[in-house]
């Protein structure tokens, strides 16, 4: 890691465009370490939603009259931010999502049910978090096609000779965590679709965690499929996208059946509309996927690389100042790694510390994280995750580590 | 006669928390010193079929009769969780198995537990008082089946 130089970003400033971050907690300033799980959401955001509901609320796609066609405008504007966030070549490559959960299980149940035979191998890394294991597992088990695991060294960081090793002729999909939530590695997804486009499978990456820490250019990195969520992202709960690249999308069956994704139904035979709107059955999350749009905007005026060496710099810093409590034991050291750092304690329950941190106003996770194949790899039960974003400070990680030391002292 | 010891301890207990004044760290602090004081737990006893169900954090509770009274042995693997293990065998120890059966423990609302540990920690709790309660059914049938 190189020693980041903390940009020409004003983070009082930043700080001010997110309302939640000015409470107190438990009588303490609230310090939000807890920014994998879900992001705070700038005003921008949160006006875009009162002012969807109060301005122009109405059902997309149908309607002829003013309103209808302002709600569609918006909703579609959101479609064409994200086909830029994510350097998608079309904008009919998008596709909106509850999240990265339903993306993925979109995945799965539209192209693993179509095109997985018995035998079939489905590839996926040790960690995953359960959102891109259960879904094939699932179909897995459905179609009886076999999940195998990319093993995880001590850093947490996976081999590519080991991916290259586990992918085979019957691999159809290999589904890969870009930036793990729990350890905060960023995988080489890049390379890892050009080995598995190698041997013909798919690559579908979890972008849940990258797409507000991570460069994201689908084209470049070449993947067949990116499934993200809005709320971590500084966006809404509840939305999400899913990129597909267009010929694959075509050629997948529709799962969920409905209004909106069909072209013209009788009794006899229904015909679906064209992608995206073939995945997107039902009245949509309108208010959140136009308020969306709101969070890209954001991220993209502040700049997504100062953002990325600031967060850098906060977690060189942390690393730095928890290596001083007594006991520690970080999981997840990767030379490549997001803003995530993950720890136990010794002879400190990772709840106990997690609810005396909470005591001063400290927000983090403990627990697996979703990830417990993870955690029982590493032989622990879970970690206690602190995960900076744009609005977090050198200051509140100094604070963050004195607290550590003095919970540490009350346990010897 | 009805023994009032309970309600007592309990009564001790509501004024203990009123004078932490809804200090987190305070209320923590007290109830780490609570699990302190717990006599030690044989390990034998931590076993699967002693823990409590229903708690985030592992619970062991076990309870023997002697004289128709209620002797409690717990632990747990996190120390905010011991502590309100502790709390609730600090409260019905030694309590006649008619009164913890009858014993309607309303320091917990009185401390605001909920609010103190919020609703999944609050859950487990209530999960260790059910436990108390079947342990205290159990042997009133037993000594019954046995009279
Ligand atoms: C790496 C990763 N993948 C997938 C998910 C699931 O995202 P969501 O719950 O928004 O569908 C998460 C969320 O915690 C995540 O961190």
New binding site residues.
């Given amino acids: 890691m190189s020693t980041a130089v903390a940009p020409k970003l004003d983070i009082q400033k930043i700080r001010q465009d997110f309302p939640i971050l000015e409470q107190k907690v438990n009588g303490k300033p609230l310090i939000y370490f807890d920014n ?3 992001t705070q959401k700038p005003k921008q955001v949160i006006d875009a939603i009162s002012e969807y509901y109060a301005g122009y609320n109405a059902n997309i796609h149908r309607g002829l009259h003013s309103l209808a066609e302002k709600a569609t405008t918006a909703f579609e504007e959101s479609r064409t931010v994200f086909q830029k966030f994510i350097n998608a070549a079309e904008v009919e490559e998008v596709i909106f999502t ?7 299980n979109l995945i799965s149940n539209a192209y693993g049910r179509k095109f997985l035979q018995k035998g079939d191998e489905i590839l996926i890394t040790a960690m ?5 294991i259960v879904p094939w597992q699932m179909i897995a088990e459905e179609k009886g096609a076999i999940l195998k695991v990319v093993p995880v060294n001590a850093k947490g960081e996976i081999s590519l000779n080991d991916v290259n090793r586990l992918i085979t002729h019957k691999t159809k999909i290999v589904s890969v ?6 350890l905060g590695t960023v995988n080489p997804v890049k390379e890892i679709a050009r080995l598995a486009h190698a041997k013909n499978a798919v690559m579908v990456v ?5 797409s507000s820490h991570c460069k994201v250019d689908v084209q470049d990195l070449d993947c067949d499929f990116y ?6 992202m500084y966006g809404p ?1 509840g939305c ?1 996208i899913l990129y597909g690249k267009r010929a694959i999308l075509e050629e997948m069956t529709p799962y969920q059946g409905g209004g909106e994704m069909i072209n013209n139904v009788s009794f006899e035979k229904t015909t679906y509309n064209d992608i995206p709107y073939k995945f997107e059955a039902g009245t949509p999350n309108i208010a959140d996927v136009v308020a969306l749009k709101y969070a890209a905007e954001y991220i993209d005026s502040i700049g997504k690389d100062n953002i990325m060496v600031h967060e850098q710099a906060l977690t060189q810093h942390a690393h730095k100042r928890l290596s001083e409590v007594p006991g520690i034991n970080f999981y997840g050291t990767a030379e490549d790694k997001v803003s995530v750092v993950s720890f136990t304690i010794d002879n400190v329950h990772p709840y106990d510390a997690g609810m005396m941190l909470d005591a001063k106003g400290i927000a983090v996770r403990t627990g697996h ?3 417990q194949p993870l955690m029982d790899h590493f032989g622990i039960e879970g970690t206690i995750r602190a995960s900076f974003s744009v609005y977090n400070t050198i200051e509140e990680i100094d604070f963050f580590a004195d607290s550590l030391k003095d919970i540490v002292a009350k346990f010897s | 006669m009805a023994d009032n010891t309970i309600n007592t301890k309990q009564d001790e207990i509501i004024e203990k928390f009123s004078m932490l004044d809804g200090d987190m760290e305070m209320m923590i602090g007290y109830l780490m010193e609570l699990g302190e004081k717990l006599p030690e737990m044989p390990e034998s006893l931590k076993n699967e079929d002693n823990i409590v169900k229903g708690c985030q954090s592992k619970v062991w509770l076990t309870a023997d009769e002697n004289d128709g009274k209620l002797h409690f042995q717990a632990d747990s693997n996190t120390a905010i969780t011991k502590g309100l293990v502790s709390l609730l065998v600090s409260i019905l120890n030694k309590g006649r198995i008619e009164d913890i059966l009858n014993a309607d423990l309303y320091f917990v609302h009185k401390i605001g537990m909920n609010r103190f540990i919020g609703t999944q920690r609050s859950n487990g709790f209530l999960a260790m008082i059910k436990q108390i309660k079947m342990y205290a059914l159990a042997y009133k049938t037993k000594l019954e089946n046995e009279a």
Avoid at chain 1, 98 to 104: A, L, Q, R, V
Avoid at chain 1, 177 to 182: D, E, H, I, R
Avoid at chain 1, 206 to 210: C, E, L, T, V, Y
């Fill in positions: 994998a799980a879900t509850k999240g990265t959960t339903d993306g993925i995953e978090h359960h959102s891109n965590v870009y930036a793990s939530n729990s979890d972008g849940a965690q990258a499934a993200t969520s809005g709320h971590k709960t999400g994280h979703c990830t």
